[in-house]
């Protein structure tokens, strides 16, 4: 009997995002993911989330239609958001706050309970004030150069700049943030979407790649000239004797010698001469000529 092993079917690569830091999309993910949770303790926006946690966010291309719901769509200068919520998520958030204060998500049917204008206002409430921690995110990591600069009397919240719009499914190849959420009391799971047209996309990479060129600019090796290392020589002084004298030299002897200007040697080669100086104790070679 044989059996068969499956493994996971090998990553397509896109030559459109050579060169480009996706490989860095996780850390941006765990950035986005304690902003998310930070925003939901939020006392404005307890009272939408306080049954719910933050579990996991991810990145992830659109391949179809496999993220069936209704789209919203938040534009601001900077791009466009598009959002979608899972129906049960928003009803447990919408009896979270108009019910009985349990967001239980387990014992909410969503196939028995009929949509509602509440249902919907809450929704672009929703896909509004988690846009703006979003684009807040995206905007934070930005050099200070690539930030837009804020209009006379605009207000500073982010999330304020993003206004509904006419929303879609996204098309195919997008990039998606997939975040799960986690019901506090009886644990089931949710989730809700971000897709991100190319500005903001590109935008997200770019204060990635500012993270990593700043990480290579620091490795960056000085020059080779300024790197080689080099043993100078320095010598002070010569002097011929003879052969017998040299022999017949006892302890304490002198030789008398004239100390002039310095030869220094690059191995047996002579490059330069220098004028023989102390300071604080230490002959020092300085007046560097070169030799020939």
Not at 66 to 95: D, M, T
Request: charged share 25%; with cysteine.
């Amino acid at each position: 009997m044989t059996t068969t092993k499956q493994t996971a079917p090998p990553q397509v690569l896109d030559p459109c995002l050579l060169g480009r830091p996706v490989h860095l999309l996780h850390l941006f993910a765990a950035q986005l993911r304690d902003d998310l949770a930070q925003s939901m303790r939020l006392n404005m926006n307890r009272r939408y989330w306080g049954g719910f946690q933050v579990e996991d966010v991810a990145f992830e291309r659109l391949e179809g239609n496999e993220i069936r719901g209704r789209w919203l769509s938040f534009a601001a200068p900077a791009g466009q958001i598009a959002f979608s919520l899972e129906r049960k998520v928003l009803l447990s958030v919408l009896n979270y706050r108009y019910g009985s204060g349990k967001a239980d998500a387990a014992a909410l049917d969503e196939n028995t309970v009929k949509v509602t204008a509440t249902e919907e206002r809450l929704a672009v409430v929703l896909g509004q004030q988690l846009a703006g921690t979003l684009a807040g995110r995206i905007e934070l990591n930005l050099p200070v150069l690539d930030k837009p600069a804020p209009a006379e009397g605009e207000a500073e919240a982010v999330d304020s700049e993003f206004k509904p719009a006419p929303g879609s499914q996204p098309p195919k190849g997008s990039w998606i943030i997939t975040v799960t959420l986690a019901d506090i009391q009886s644990g089931a799971t949710g989730k809700y979407w971000f897709a991100l047209d190319k500005a903001l996309m590109a935008s997200v990479l770019r204060g990635l790649l500012r993270d990593r060129d700043a990480g290579k600019k620091a490795k960056t090796a000085a020059p080779l000239v300024q790197r080689l290392q080099v043993g100078l020589v320095g010598r002070l002084a010569s002097k011929e004797v003879p052969l017998g004298s040299l022999y017949d030299l006892q302890v304490g002897d002198v030789i008398p010698i004239s100390l002039n200007r310095a030869d220094v040697l690059l191995e047996d080669s002579r490059i330069f001469t220098a004028a023989v100086t102390e300071h604080k104790g230490k002959l020092c070679l300085t007046s560097f000529e070169d030799a020939e």
